[in-house]
T-cell receptor, first 113, second 116 residues
Framework: GNSVTQMEGPVTLSEEAFLTINCTYT??????LFWYVQYPGEGLQLLLK?????DKGSNKGFEATYRKETTSFHLEKGSVQVSDSAVYFC????????????FGTGTRLTIIP | GAVVSQHPSRVICKSGTSVKIECRSL??????MFWYRQFPKQSLMLMAT?????????EQGVEKDKFLINHASLTLSTLTVTSAHPEDSSFYIC????????????FGPGTRLTVT
């Protein structure tokens, strides 16, 4: 079956530090990959996505590249801000049009000034 | 952007009673809605998929008679936890798929259920 493994948190960084949150997956076929973010007191929001190998998703300074050879979709940001403090979830959907999502356990990120 | 609301945001009920949670898509039509359960420090677990006008599809291990799902309109789905017990205490999250989108889901803010 499908599964997503992401690095355990919590992660605490200073403002302007470089961020990497690792995510690897197991899936049949050619999954679509997603990063969702959950700010305190809010619902999950789609941060970025990639639907095929070598695609790079990007949004709000965050990037992730779909690496089929390493089955990875690591989230990166070059300079984090306090407002990036949230919980980040890596997820996959097993094939186009199949909207069932499989989530990782989430990584809580705290940015300190 | 697309907004999904849930009501109530938190509820406390006594063991043996039933609780209804509403999920609404406020500015789009949702042919498909999903219900998830999230345990502390754990991931979201898909409970069921509901399609407007048809019976919900439950994931393996989820009791359909305990977690009743109704998707009566294109903007409303409800989850009723029947005869609730303390082990049903959890964070319940719904999401809705825009009828115009192929795969993007929009999530509600969640409902915290505590059964005493």
């Amino acid at each position: 079956g499908n599964s997503v493994t992401q690095m355990e948190g919590p992660v605490t960084l200073s403002e302007e530090a470089f961020l990497t949150i690792n995510c690897t997956y197991t899936a049949t076929g050619y999954p679509s990959l997603f990063w969702y973010v959950q700010y305190p007191g809010e619902g999950l929001q789609l941060l970025l996505k990639a639907t095929k190998a070598d695609d790079k998703g990007s949004n709000k300074g965050f990037e992730a590249t779909y690496r089929k050879e390493t089955t990875s979709f690591h989230l990166e940001k070059g300079s984090v801000q306090v407002s990036d403090s949230a919980v980040y979830f890596c997820a996959l959907s097993s094939n186009f049009g199949n909207e069932k999502l499989t989530f990782g356990t989430g990584t809580r990120l705290t940015i300190i000034p | 952007g697309a907004v999904v609301s849930q009501h109530p945001s938190r509820v406390i009920c006594k063991s043996g009673t039933s609780v209804k949670i509403e999920c609404r898509s406020l500015d789009f039509q949702a042919t498909t809605m999903f219900w998830y359960r999230q345990f502390p420090k754990q991931s979201l677990m898909l409970m069921a998929t509901s399609n407007e006008g048809s019976k919900a599809t439950y994931e393996q291990g989820v009791e359909k008679d305990k977690f009743l799902i109704n998707h009566a309109s294109l903007t409303l789905s409800t989850l009723t936890v029947t005869s609730a017990h303390p082990e049903d205490s959890s964070f319940y999250i719904c999401s809705a798929r825009d009828a115009r989108s192929t795969y993007e889901q929009y999530f509600g803010p969640g409902t915290r259920l505590t059964v005493t």
